[in-house]
């Protein structure tokens, strides 16, 4: 039996999200540059929306550049941009092939013209399916996305908009840029690093967190299938007792 045969269909989580670490470290071991290590790492992101797209998942959220991204080496970085636009717009036909949406997150205004046209010219494109939604965290921050939320609540409650009383938990979640998003049943971190690098903080308040040492260009569709079918072993309760799971079963 295969692990993707041992998959329990009614439990797969929705939502998966992931920091794709080990591209650098993966292409040291390989004595090239961390570049090639990006590139490489591509294909794990093939693979992995793929399997995703198979067992039924609906989002998958990737970390793929963060904010803090942009103190690397200015070489590595325009690497980086050219790299994502490429594979954006040489992904779009594949993209629509297999009914994935694209959507991005993030500091927009960050970004490249040439790496923002080419993003939302695949949006765009991409707009109708609805097989699975593939969302890219691009120049994101958490501490970013929960700062300007507040300074629009601000505003609107400034502007009579909105009063303070109607300030809750799901209000709060609207302003974020992942409001039409569900948050993530599952966070993977690959690499053997565990901690959350400022990656959807407000989001996965009761995510499943997965970490393991394979190193992202080599994290394929087995890899990703160990991830889900650890998070099937688990009791999710969200605050509840065992007991209390079982008698609303």
Partial sequence: MTKK??????????????????????????????????ISGV???????????????????????????????????DALMDLLVNTIVGEVDDLNKNGVRLLTIGDESALPSSCSGAMQNAIEETANNTTITLVLALSY??????????????????????????INEALISSYLTTANIPDPDLLIRTSGEERISNF??????????????????????????????????????????????????
């Avoid at 609906?58 to 200015?74: A, D, G, I, V």
């Avoid at 992202?216 to 969200?238: G, T, V």
């Fill in 5 to 38: 045969d041992q998959i329990l269909k009614g439990n797969v989580p929705e939502h998966v999200a992931v920091i794709m670490d080990g591209n650098g470290r993966w292409a040291k071991e390989q004595g090239e540059d961390r570049v090639f290590g990006h």
């Fill in 43 to 77: 294909h794990s992101v093939r693979e992995v929306l793929k399997s995703a797209a198979k067992i039924g998942v609906k989002y998958l959220t990737l970390y793929t550049f963060s904010t803090e991204n942009w103190n690397r080496p200015q070489e590595e970085v």
């Fill in 141 to 166: 921050s958490s501490r970013w996305e929960i700062e300007q939320a507040i300074k629009n609540i601000a505003k609107d409650v400034e502007q009579k908009n909105l009063a303070s009383n109607e």
């Fill in 200 to 249: 959807l903080l407000w989001q996965i308040a009761y995510s499943e967190l997965y970490f393991t040492d394979t190193l992202w260009p080599d994290f394929k569709e087995d890899s990703f299938y160990d991830a889900i079918l650890n998070y099937q072993e688990r009791e999710r309760r969200f605050g509840k007792t065992s007991a209390q799971i079982i008698d609303n079963e």
